[in-house]
């Protein structure tokens, strides 16, 4: 199968692979995807089999509460063109990002896919959800008129090597491996946004990326699947293991001033375990071990 991946040298799109397959892994530096023409250009050009979307403007709660419009913006470009472009370059299966942010702030838990519209987004994220769910209306409008196997994915909040380690504009887990490093390596004080009590579930870059592929290689349905570890683990207890990992002795202080986004956002993710029954998910201080250690080895060159 010849596979283009967006987003391809980030954090999933670079894990992205496959023996026997020709993948591309497309970057920034190849296309331009909020340009029309290029990105049209590009896809005639390759003609993929299928297309795994990872491309898009995403970050943590900083970056979302920022730069709204960027975010509003660069992702509904970008999904509409690559959506596009790949149906007039004649892609047969596509698999796009989503994110846990497109359900509504006054949701009915666990998260599930009928609730995707049903609602406002919680006010700290309503530009990216809303571009996100565009995607999702556009892949079901194409699946009904052009009758493409495209569909999407909902993750709940990924972390590995190659993620985007800024101070200011990562998620969670990237943004404290960062601090950790630095309060370690300068010896001061590691301050955590928030009361340390919201509850995340998290999913490693590895194994979403195979689970990906297989969406795309198998998966028949219309329905965006949800990805999620099985687990809610706390800001606090994800601080702790990663004190633990950086063997950190200093102080952590939890910054109130900081905000806390939703307090919860557990997801229903039956459907995937149901097609995928015995697929073996990294255990999450086995994910956390690999990402610090990466993040230390590639310092230099991390995104950050
Ligand atoms: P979310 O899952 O969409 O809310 O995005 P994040 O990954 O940015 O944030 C998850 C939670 O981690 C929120 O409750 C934050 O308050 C908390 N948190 C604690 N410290 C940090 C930090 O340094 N950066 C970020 N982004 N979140 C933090």
Redesign the pocket.
């Known amino acids: 199968m010849k596979l283009l991946v967006t987003g391809g040298q980030g954090m999933v799109g670079s894990a992205v692979e496959g023996k026997n397959d020709e993948i591309i892994h497309l970057s920034r530096d190849n296309c331009n995807l909020l340009n029309k023409k290029q990105t049209h250009r590009l896809f005639s050009q390759l003609k993929p089999d299928g297309v795994i979307h990872c491309a898009g403007k995403v970050g ?3 970056g979302n509460s920022n730069f709204k419009g960027e975010y509003f913006y660069n992702n509904l470009l970008i999904n509409t063109n690559v959506i596009e472009a790949s149906r007039l370059a004649g892609v047969k299966r596509l698999v796009a990002y989503l994110s846990t ?1 497109v359900f509504p702030d006054n949701v009915t838990y666990p998260l599930t896919i009928d609730q995707i519209h049903t609602g406002e987004p919680h006010s700290s ?1 309503y530009p990216y959800a809303y571009a996100k769910r565009m995607a999702d209306v556009q892949i079901r409008a194409y699946r009904e008129q052009y009758g493409l196997n495209y569909t999407s994915i909902i993750p709940s ?1 990924i972390y590995g090597p190659n993620d985007n380690f800024n101070l200011d504009h ?3 887990m990237p ?2 491996i960062h ?1 950790l490093y630095l309060a370690k390596k300068n010896n001061t004080d590691f301050t ?3 009361s340390g009590k ?1 509850l ?1 579930e998290f999913i490693y870059s590895k194994d979403i990326a195979k689970i990906s592929k297989w969406i795309l290689e198998n998966y028949e349905g219309t329905d965006p699947l949800i990805i999620s570890g099985d687990e809610e683990v706390s ?1 606090k207890d994800l601080v702790d293991l990663l004190v633990q990992e950086f063997n950190f002795k200093g102080n952590v202080i939890f910054d109130s001033t ?5 307090y919860k956002k557990p997801s229903d993710n039956s459907k995937i375990k149901e097609l995928l029954p015995n697929f073996e998910y990294t255990p999450f201080e086995k994910g956390i071990k690999e990402t610090v250690n990466w993040f230390i080895e590639n310092y230099e060159n991390a995104r950050k």
């Open positions: 943590g709660i900083g942010c994220n909040n990562g998620h969670v943004m404290l601090k955590v946004w928030g919201p995340r800001i900081k905000p806390d986004g939703q």
